[in-house]
């Protein structure tokens, strides 16, 4: 399973806004998106999974993919976690 890591510059964390613009982006691809935050992992697809890993400004994500589409998934899933996730850091 491919994976990348990447660490969140949102100040306030992957609280409910940035999560659902990840989620949305995750739910556009066919492959299995897994996130992980300090060993705990939540379904990439799931709002309140992404937003139960309590990820904080600073702290590394893992992000996994697994399917058809999985290395496209990684590249757009990775740009947009460095983006901000649609907010300013």
């Not at 709002?47 to 990684?74: H, P």
């Amino acid at each position: 399973m491919p994976e990348a890591r990447v660490i969140l510059k949102n100040p306030s964390g992957l609280h409910a806004r940035p999560a659902a613009i990840f989620v949305q982006a995750a739910n556009g691809f066919t492959a299995d998106i897994i996130l992980q935050r300090d060993g705990k992992e939540a379904n990439g697809k799931s709002i309140l999974a992404v937003m139960g890993l309590g990820a904080k400004c600073g702290t590394e994500l893992v992000i996994r993919a697994e399917g058809e589409d999985a290395d496209q998934a990684l590249v757009t899933l990775v740009e947009l976690v460095q983006a901000g996730l649609g907010e300013a850091s």
